[in-house]
């Protein structure tokens, strides 16, 4: 069966993510969008990760600009999310999230977590300890929402 720790990413520094690194750890990953009005849910999504990294949780934030709100270049997206939300989880490079085109992992947390295509920005989805998708969240589920699966996460 597969798991996230079959996949990896380009980080907007160019450096490469293995996911083997989040083994045994809590991942909230995350598709999102500068330019996009739940952007905000960036400074809340921050303050989970700095809340419970100590504890094993991880955020991952993959650009996508399939929406057509994403900035022109990694650079500006890393740039604008640090500036005007504090981002200091990983962001990879921009991705497509739906399509023929798409990330590999968005293939797989698709299939894994069901509900089929990514309808927005925004939507999430927690990874348990052991590399298994716990939950799909929609766009519009505030940060806060999800803590109390991610302290439950976090348990286990």
Request: aromatic share 10%; hydrophobic share 35%.
């Amino acid at each position: 069966m597969a798991t996230i720790y079959d996949f990896s990413e380009i980080e907007m520094n160019g450096n490469k993510i293995n996911f083997n690194e989040y083994k045994g750890k809590v991942v909230l990953i995350v598709n999102t969008a500068s330019k996009c009005g739940l952007a905000p849910q960036l400074e809340a999504i921050e303050g989970l990760y700095k809340k419970h990294h100590d504890q094993g949780f991880e955020v991952l934030g993959l650009p996508s600009n399939q929406f057509h709100q994403e900035l022109g270049s990694d650079e500006e997206t890393s740039d604008y999310c640090q500036m005007h939300y504090g981002v200091t989880f990983p962001m990879t490079k921009q991705v497509k999230v739906n399509g023929e085109d798409e990330d590999p992992l968005f293939t797989y947390l698709k299939e894994t977590a069901g509900n089929g295509r990514i309808k927005w920005n925004f939507t999430k989805f927690l990874i348990g300890r052991d590399g298994q998708v716990i939950k799909r969240y929609a766009p519009v589920t505030k940060p806060e929402k999800i803590e109390p699966d991610i302290i439950e996460a976090l348990k286990n």
